[in-house]
């Protein structure tokens, strides 16, 4: 009875899984009709997530056994724009989305890049031949608004330019924005590590130039110097450049970098508590003062 009981067993086992396997190769290869269309891979997305995009756009069928078709075959999909098909196969989805070969880029600037910086990163997406942005935008430093942007492959650099140009007018349409205005706020954007800082910073580098002091702002002398990494103390004497607030009064003569609009209202807004000195704790967050001999009270007490 019990060898009955463990055959039928067997046998219905054998049925779900030969069942289960009959059904998983029918969906992963079954093909529709319908017509090409955008599908958009973002940064940080799961393969689930993808899967679940694929079906509410009709491409897929059944976002669990795309799901699992992936991880078993351990494709990495890639971030861009495809064009895809529901008259395609899973299979040949999964191909087009691993591969990588996008009919657009989604590329996202950050807040706080220099134009070096977004030439740089749009080279090796292989959207433009490197050195090609810096020759066209180098005299845009500040105007390139930081944003996610969906690039042809082989763009060419100026319409690169135009929509990024075009996106800041855009983004800053009523804010009455001047140069001056952009100036400082990419100071900001380089110095706040937390939007709460952003018009405290703000607040203190405009006191200090209403006093006629010195902004003596660390990332002017790093963009003078042409990187972000740290400083050593001679920089602040040995570099010689109109973009060293550590030597010149007032504003540097442009942009260090492309601020962010939360930057930029900071400037525009700026929280003014009569502060003229700050400095980053290690947590990121900034501590303020209203005199040196605070300024260096509080130094003493976290450094």
Not at 159 to 177: H, S, V, Y
């Amino acid at each position: 009875m019990l060898k009955k009981i463990l055959l039928i067993s067997g046998i219905a086992v054998g049925v779900i899984i030969i069942g289960f396997g009959l059904y998983f190769y029918i969906t992963l290869n079954k093909k529709g009709d319908g017509l090409p269309q955008d599908f958009i891979v973002r940064s940080g997305q799961s393969t689930r997530e993808i899967a679940a995009n694929l079906k509410k756009q009709g491409l897929i069928s059944s976002d669990a056994v795309f799901t699992y078709y992936t991880k078993l075959k351990g494709e990495l999909i890639q971030v861009g724009v495809y064009k895809l098909s529901s008259s395609q196969s899973m299979k040949e989805i999964l191909a087009i989305l691993a591969s990588g070969k996008a009919s657009e880029y989604l590329v996202t600037i950050p807040e706080g890049w220099r134009v070096t910086q977004i030439d740089e990163y749009l080279a090796s997406k292989k959207i433009i031949t490197a050195g090609s942005f810096i020759q066209i935008a180098s005299g845009d430093e500040g105007y390139l608004f930081p944003d996610t942007y969906r690039f042809l492959p082989q763009s060419k650099p100026e319409d690169i330019r135009t929509e990024m140009l075009a996106n800041f007018q855009k983004k800053t349409t009523g804010l009455n924005l001047t140069r001056d205005n952009l100036i400082l706020a990419s100071i900001v954007e380089r110095e706040a590590k937390y939007d709460i800082d952003r018009p405290k910073i703000a607040g203190v580098y405009l006191n200090r130039l209403e006093k006629g002091m010195k902004l003596e702002a660390d990332p002017t002398i790093q963009y003078a110097k042409g990187s972000w990494e740290a400083i050593t103390l001679s920089d602040y004497k040995n570099v010689n450049s109109l973009y060293n607030t550590y030597l010149n009064v007032g504003l540097p003569p442009g942009p260090i970098c492309n601020p962010g609009l939360k930057s930029i209202e900071a400037v525009l807004y700026p929280q003014k508590d009569g502060y003229l000195y700050f400095f980053h704790k290690e947590d990121g967050y900034a501590d303020y003062s209203a005199t040196a001999e605070e300024h260096a009270e509080n130094l003493k007490k976290y450094q």
